[in-house]
T-cell receptor, first 117, second 114 residues
Framework: ETGVTQSPTHLIKTRGQQVTLRCSSQ?????VSWYQQALGQGPQFIFQ???????GRGNFPPRFSGLQFPNYSSELNVNALELDDSALYLC????????????????FGAGSRLTVL | SQKIEQNSEALNIQEGKTATLTCNYT??????LQWYRQDPGRGPVFLLL?????KEKRKERLKVTFDTTLKQSLFHITASQPADSATYLC?????????????FGKGTRLSVIA
């Protein structure tokens, strides 16, 4: 059983650029959630995808967008990068339905470390 | 808004002692609380889940309690070891229907000193 894999592991961008981060969910998991974690902070929820539809969004602007594919892998896109977007971006997959989210255990990837200069 | 807070940013303890980490929440009690461990530069790893009707949950040297009166969960590591040094995160589902994702606290960084 493979876990959650994310790519790239590290990347450096400049302000105004666009970035795409990728995530392969754990086998058997149908829900993918994305979190942003700044240094010294807890993970902040960006959005969640269930069966290829966005199912819940945190307090992030529209320039943060995503996709989920039929194989349940996912992408996070960020346009017009700002310095404050520098963070560790975590992808997590889970099974079950969003209605039972409190009981759904998240399996996280190792994250993509984004630095915006 | 629903909040979840971990009071201590950092906790240092001697090897062999019991580490106790605190997680407090506001407003309504979530149906579930979860605890995760995160090592530097890695994603969080699930440790334990406790339901609101459970007072206590154990897994090897780990114990979690859930007090809906105090709106608090305690996370204990007994006979702590240097390998237990990590950041520990608690998480809750903020919506009564459960149809919203997990919200995490800032975490407590535990250092176990040999």
């Amino acid at each position: 059983e493979t876990g959650v894999t994310q790519s790239p592991t590290h990347l450096i961008k400049t302000r105004g650029q666009q970035v795409t981060l990728r995530c392969s969910s754990q086998s058997g998991h149908n829900t993918v959630s994305w979190y942003q974690q700044a240094l010294g902070q807890g993970p902040q929820f960006i959005f969640q995808y269930y069966r290829e539809e966005e199912n819940g969004r945190g307090n992030f602007p529209p320039r943060f967008s995503g996709l989920q594919f039929p194989n349940y892998s996912s992408e996070l896109n960020v346009n017009a990068l700002e310095l404050d977007d520098s963070a560790l971006y975590l992808c997590a997959s889970s099974s079950g339905t969003p209605a039972s989210s409190g009981a759904n255990v998240l399996t996280f990837g190792a994250g993509s470390r984004l630095t915006v200069l | 808004s629903q909040k979840i807070e971990q009071n201590s940013e950092a906790l240092n303890i001697q090897e062999g002692k019991t580490a106790t980490l605190t997680c407090n929440y506001t407003n309504y009690s979530p149906a579930y609380l979860q605890w995760y461990r995160q090592d530097p530069g890695r994603g969080p790893v699930f440790l334990l889940l406790i339901r609101e009707n459970e007072k206590e949950k154990r897994k090897e040297r780990l114990k979690v309690t859930f007090d809906t009166t105090l709106k608090q969960s305690l996370f204990h590591i007994t006979a702590s070891q240097p390998a237990d040094s990590a950041t520990y995160l608690c998480a809750r589902a903020p919506d009564p229907s459960g149809n919203t994702p997990l919200v995490f606290g800032k975490g407590t960084r535990l250092s176990v000193i040999a």
